[in-house]
């Protein structure tokens, strides 16, 4: 018996089961507040050894408006890993009749663009139904064969906002003799483990959850929404074997892929020698080496097999002068050995907003490979990929998170810089002139330290000159103006800061009505920040950056003027941040005087009504208006 | 030795051109030979921002015989580039795109490429290895070669050099000479025998240093496989003309916003196979539009099936339009329904991706295959329909002449009813019956139909959109706020817009998102109006509570609220390529309030009218009050939707002072 329902459940598709797809089977509460129903999804992942599996993904979906359209779409990546053995697709009519079935080879197959890499080895099968009456339900099946087996999966049975759910279940069968290891995230669900003959079978399952609604500055689901990680103990891929049941076990595996490609050929040492035998300081080196990287190498990605997550040698990279994160971190490291320095090689899940790591759970997080180096009291992060950086900052890219350090001793969990409020400041003092027609001249000088100058430093380290001055001229957030000059200036030790100076004409700026003159004296640091109210707000609310903004503003007005309207001086102090505007108006000019610093944080839903309203007092006092009339 | 007439055109201007001294039109490049001299680019002027220059850029086109019997095509390019800087480093990542039909491809023959660097006065190479070069296929009929430049360096020179052998002789490679990088020399010379005949089509503002033709005497060697025997091999002797052209110190392509898109301004050379004309033998392959359309008339998957009697269609049809009895009515009822049931796959296509009866059956296809359904559905009931081939904006224009069909990719239907044209497209869910969207006003557009394949214009200065608000302010009995209704009748394709966004949302999220108003500002009852009436402009519509800041002295209130222009829509001061917007517009902006209780009006805004070189625009800003009441207008009309470069300054100084005015306020005084 026990046998048979296993047969079941392997070959057997949902509809097989009596299930039909027609949407007035779905009870209301799944469709309220729903643009899409999962009617099922389900995933049986076949562990056959620590080096194949066979994954079995079933999912139909009811989408009940356009704004679901998307999810109706199939995408499955295939590649060096990965093969498909058949897939299906059967699209459904509101009562469950069926409209239309494919096959794997209907689908459209296509090479996967990443957008930074000039080549990888995965490519993609993509199909759409594009049927537009509504509602209707999608219905795929697909059998995947793993050959390397890095990652099992997550079961998320609620992964989407606006989605309900009627059936999700994840199902993992392995070796009796095989640990399937899994971890509950914001929940503690437990699997039903059940055996047949030599097998050991686990189960997740969840039903009839109701769709969650989108809210706006919400943490992400995968920090609010329970789930479940799993992952390999043992495994192998193209040869190399490893356990991930610890992060010293993992890193032992990724240090073999890693170990000996750090052969540098002699006119590079010779270079090595060149560049530190005459410092004495090794902190000097460290930088010396690293300002020789970031002149002679560039981010070129290849992404092929095994490649995905060994590099390319530091030979490959000293002769072709580039590589991707993997190669030129590892090209580093060896740069550094060389002067007799332990660089070291880091795993971390990258990208400003990223999401953290999951770190008592040994298993493949990461997406990008950086280099850091240990010093007596510090530690000097090192980013390989990117030409422009400051030595040490790691910003907004790879700071403030876990990373997960590779050597010959296994792995383990580093922590990267964090860059506070204080680090991340904006200076803004802006010089000017307003004519009695509306004109504003004005000069603005601005510096931008740490994760405020991320985004700057990018485009004025990428961009040619005139594609800078293009972006000034129309980025700006200024009614009518023109750029007349720019310059820009960094400073790369340490915290890096950028100083700007800008020359700017607005013509019409302030405007004139009869014999008044209205004037907004903050004229480049306005917050757009704005939250609608909403008093059924459930989910948290998170901030993301930390930052300090200080503005000051001195505007020579045209003669004959009396100020008739001053904006009162705003002052807030809160649990999300403070700020404060306050304005000083003679006849022959006007100051201005603007702080903010903003803290990031978590704050419960309850504090929604004080947020907006504390986002809505900073938009209104950065707009403030200034009145001056014409002395009769 | 019968010549045609546009080589004889070409002849003449050799004869015209030779006349020019041969010095200075030689490329000033070597290439494989690189000395230290050559890294030094001062005697050139270029942009100095730029971040890598082309330094040369040399193509060449020609036919040779082959071994299937026929011709393929021989492209030859040599390219040499400078990184200027390590932004530049983009320029050391080539990809070449072979185009395959499943059968046959293109093959990339003796790829070399070198970087030099100049170290210690001495050049330095650095080859690409074979290993570096990746094949991938991109989709089923491109397959792109790409690789990476080794050694790159700020100051590097890379050059790299191929050839692309093909058989597709309709794929005989455009020159681009204008693109992400100033060029110093582009160069293009293309050789084609007497036996094909090919349309050349250039394009751009950039001027020719070289723009010549030469006829010499060419022989072929053509080898047909003979099975089980020797191969047949026929040598074939004629004339051909050598054209070159060449373009010096050409600036980088720019993008700016307003722009349908810059490929109608690139400085280019492309060719279209026109006609095989072999002394016994010739075929034409593209010669006029009747000929094309003829063509396209006999294709399963455009015309072949719109004008046959279809009977399959009776019974769908037959319930359709029951109960409908003028031609326009049943015609209406036919584009409703075509409209709602069927989907668009939205590919822009020329063509249908399936035939006729499988576009039925499925109950979707791309835009050509329900236009092309709604075609035939219409002359089905013996309403006269016709398809209409054209591009969309941001494709690009079409050839009015030469019926280069690449370049167009969209289908709508014309039909004729009691002497009244319609342009129908049922597959953008939000567009009424008789109207077409935004991204079809491109110019020229041709009717296909066996008897009359005429040209169709759709000109962006012809889609007028007109919109009126009207916004009434009363004060509250009890004092201290003021009660207000908006009400805004959109343009039809703002109203296409709005009934697009809202079908991705609900009504409740767009007023949410409608403008971040502050909290003494309140809006309630609101709505759209027409929302689902496609063939009526929508109303959005609202009440608001203001609440006053009575105890203010002085209050200042802009008479637009959350309308008007608060930013330059032409924010850059230059502007090389014509501004081309996509409609021509009249906005109507009324504003009625009651002073409120208490106060009097201390000033105005003073009324204002411009206009924008003569008759081409104009802008009001009409005031006045009287005891009671405050009546603002508000009237901003473009009568054309493209305006030359050299117009540019005038447009963004117009705007500016709209955006000023609307920004003014009336000062309102608490009454002693």
Not at chain 2, 171 to 177: A, G
Not at chain 2, 281 to 287: A, L, T, V, W
Not at chain 2, 288 to 312: R, T
Request: hydrophobic share 35%; with cysteine; charged share 25%.
């Amino acid at each position: 018996m026990k046998k048979h329902s296993f047969f079941f459940l392997m070959i057997i598709p949902a509809f097989g089961l009596g299930q039909s797809f027609s949407v007035s089977g779905i009870p209301d509460t799944l469709t309220k507040g729903a643009n899409a129903v999962v009617r099922i999804h389900e995933v049986i992942f076949e562990i056959k050894s620590p080096g194949k599996a066979v994954e079995h993904e079933h999912f139909a979906y009811t989408i009940l408006n356009e704004d679901a359209d998307f999810l109706a779409k199939y995408d499955s990546y295939y590649g060096s890993f990965i093969s498909i053995n058949y897939a299906y697709g059967t699209l459904y009519d509101a009562m469950g009749k069926q409209v239309k079935k494919i096959k794997l080879r209907d689908m459209g197959d296509f090479s996967v663009n990443d957008g930074f890499s000039l080549m990888n080895s995965e490519r993609v099968k993509r199909y759409d139904f594009y049927n537009r009456i509504y509602p209707y339900t999608v219905d795929y099946e697909e059998e995947d064969e793993i050959n390397g087996l890095m990652d099992i999966g997550e079961w998320m049975p609620r992964s989407m906002y606006n989605a309900s759910v009627v059936s999700s279940r994840f199902v993992v069968i392995a070796p009796r003799d095989y640990k399937v290891r899994y971890k509950p995230v914001n929940c503690s669900i437990e699997p039903i483990v059940t055996e047949e003959k030599d097998k050991r079978i686990y189960t997740w399952e969840a039903k009839n959850l109701p769709a969650q609604k989108k809210e706006p500055m919400a943490p992400p689901l995968e920090e609010t929404m329970p789930y479940v990680i799993i992952a390999p103990s043992d495994f192998e891929v193209q040869g190399y074997k490893g356990n991930m049941n610890s992060w010293e076990n993992y890193g032992r595996f990724m240090y073999q892929l890693v170990h000996g490609r750090d052969l540098l050929p002699d006119n590079t040492r010779k270079k090595v020698h060149e560049i530190t035998d005459t410092i004495s300081d090794r902190r000097r080196k460290v930088l010396a080496l690293y300002r020789f990287l970031q002149a002679t190498t560039h981010y070129v990605g290849i992404q092929l097999g095994i490649g995905g997550w060994q590099p390319f040698d530091a030979t490959y990279v000293a002769t072709k002068n580039y590589g991707d994160c993997k190669a030129l971190s590892n090209y580093m490291i060896a740069l550094l050995k060389e002067a007799g320095i332990n660089g070291k090689y880091v795993e971390i899940r990258a990208g400003k907003d990223e999401l953290k790591m999951v770190e008592d759970f040994p298993s493949f997080q990461s997406n990008h490979v950086t280099c850091a180096v240990p010093m007596d009291k510090d530690t000097i992060w090192l980013e390989c990929t990117d030409q422009a950086k400051a030595a040490g900052y790691a910003g907004s890219f790879t700071g403030n998170r876990k990373g997960v350090v590779i050597d010959e001793t296994g792995g383990h969990i580093v922590k990267t810089p964090v860059y506070t409020a204080k680090d991340n400041l904006q200076c803004r003092h802006i010089t000017g002139r307003v004519s009695d027609d509306g004109n504003l001249d004005f000069m603005v000088k601005s510096t931008y330290h740490a994760e405020k100058q991320d985004e700057l430093s990018l485009s004025i380290n990428e961009l040619s000159r005139d594609k800078v001055m293009e972006r000034l001229k129309t980025e700006l957030n200024l009614p009518t103006y023109d750029v007349t000059k720019f310059n820009y200036q960094e400073e790369k030790d340490g915290i890096p800061i950028i100083d700007e100076t800008l020359e700017i004409n607005a013509p019409r700026y302030a405007q004139v009505s009869g014999k008044r003159l209205f004037i907004s004296p903050n004229i480049m640091t306005r917050s757009t920040q704005h939250l609608n109210l909403d008093s059924g707000r459930k989910a948290d609310i998170e901030l993301h950056d930390d930052y300090t903004e200080k503005d000051t503003v001195d505007l020579v007005v045209p003669s004959g003027y009396q100020p008739e309207a001053i904006p009162a001086e705003a002052s807030l102090d809160t649990k999300f941040g403070k700020y404060f505007a306050s304005y000083k108006v003679s006849p022959e000019k006007i100051e201005f005087i603007r702080f903010r610093e903003q803290h990031a944080g978590r704050f419960s839903a309850s504090a929604y009504g004080d947020m907006s309203s504390y986002f809505e007092k900073i938009y209104r006092a950065d707009r403030g208006k200034i009145v001056l009339v014409r002395k009769e | 030795m019968h010549h045609r007439n546009q080589s004889w055109a070409f002849l003449c201007a050799f004869i015209f051109s030779s006349t020019f001294s041969l010095a200075q039109d030689k490329s000033p490049v070597k290439f494989g030979k690189i000395t230290p001299a050559d890294f030094d680019l001062s005697r050139y002027s270029y942009d100095s921002s730029a971040t890598a220059v082309v330094v040369a850029d040399i193509g060449n086109s020609r036919f040779e015989g082959n071994t299937k019997g026929w011709f393929s095509l021989v492209f030859k390019r040599s390219r040499r580039v400078k990184v200027l800087s390590k932004k530049g480093f983009d320029a050391g990542t080539v990809m070449i795109p072979l185009y395959s039909d499943g059968t046959s491809e293109e093959k990339l023959d003796n790829l070399k490429a070198v970087t030099y660097n100049l170290e210690n006065g001495n050049v330095t190479e650095a080859k690409l290895d074979e290993k570096s070069i990746f094949t991938d296929k991109f989709n089923k009929n491109i397959i792109v070669k790409k690789f990476s430049m080794p050694n790159l360096k700020e100051g590097s020179i890379i050059e790299y050099s191929y050839v692309l052998h093909s058989d597709f002789l309709f794929n005989l490679q455009p020159w681009t000479f204008q693109g992400e990088y100033p060029c110093l020399w582009s160069e293009y010379e293309v050789t084609i025998p007497e036996f094909f005949s090919y349309v050349f089509l250039g394009q751009g503002f950039q001027p020719y240093l070289v723009n010549s033709s030469n006829t010499s005497y060419v022989s072929y060697t053509v080898r047909s496989p003979g099975g089980a025997f020797s191969d047949d091999v026929s040598t074939i002797t004629g004339s051909a003309v050598t054209r070159r052209w060449v373009m010096k110190d050409i600036p980088a392509i720019k993008e700016e916003s307003f722009t349908t898109t810059t490929d109608n301004y690139v400085s280019k050379v492309e060719f279209q196979l026109s006609q095989y004309r072999f002394p016994n033998y010739s075929e034409d392959i593209m010669q006029n539009w009747p000929k094309a359309s003829e063509h396209l008339m006999k294709d399963e998957y455009f015309g072949a099936d719109i004008a046959s009697n279809n009977g399959w269609l009776d019974n769908d049809l037959n319930n359709v339009i029951k109960g409908a009895t003028s031609k326009l009515e049943k015609a209406t009822k036919i584009y409703e329904w075509v409209h709602n049931t069927f989907t668009c796959s939205g590919s822009n296509s020329r063509k249908m991706d399936n035939t006729l009866k499988i576009v039925f059956k499925n109950k979707g296809g791309n835009e050509a295959a329900i236009n092309l359904l709604l075609t035939a559905m219409l002359n089905h009931e013996e309403i006269h329909a016709d398809p209409v081939l054209l591009s969309t904006r941001k494709n690009g224009y079409t050839h009015e002449i030469y019926p280069l069909l690449d370049r167009f990719n969209y289908v709508i239907c014309s039909v004729n009813i009691d002497s009244k044209t319609y342009y129908l497209d049922a597959s953008q869910p939000k567009l009424p019956f008789g109207t077409i969207g935004e991204e079809c006003y491109n110019g020229h557009a041709r009717i296909i139909s066996k008897e009359n394949p005429v040209p169709v214009y759709f000109f962006a200065d012809s889609l007028k959109e007109r919109k009126i608000t009207t916004i009434l302010i009363v004060n509250d009995e009890k004092g201290g706020s003021l009660s207000g209704s908006f009400t805004s009748q959109l343009g039809n394709v703002e109203s296409y817009e709005l009934r697009e966004k809202i079908s991705k949302k609900t009504e409740q999220e767009y007023f949410k998102d409608i403008k971040p108003y502050t909290s003494d500002f309140v809006i309630t009852n609101s709505g759209i109006d027409s929302l689902n009436q496609l063939d009526v402009p929508a109303t959005v519509h609202y009440d608001f509570n203001y609440k006053l800041p009575v105890d203010d002295e002085i209050i200042y209130l802009n008479p637009m609220l959350t309308e008007g222009y608060k930013e330059n829509p032409f924010k850059s001061t230059d502007r090389k390529y014509p501004v081309e917007m996509p409609y021509t517009m009249d906005e109507t902006y009324v504003f009625n309030m009651e002073i409120p209780n208490g106060y009097a009006v201390e000033e105005l805004p003073k009324s204002a009218r411009v206009s924008l070189n003569g008759t081409e625009g104009s802008f009001e800003y009409l005031i006045q009050k009287d005891e009671s009441n405050i009546q603002m207008r508000t009237r901003l009309k473009l009568n054309k939707a493209t305006f030359e470069p050299g117009d540019y300054s005038t447009l963004r100084d117009f705007f500016a002072f709209i955006v000023q005015k609307q920004a003014e306020q009336i000062v309102l005084k608490k009454k002693k």
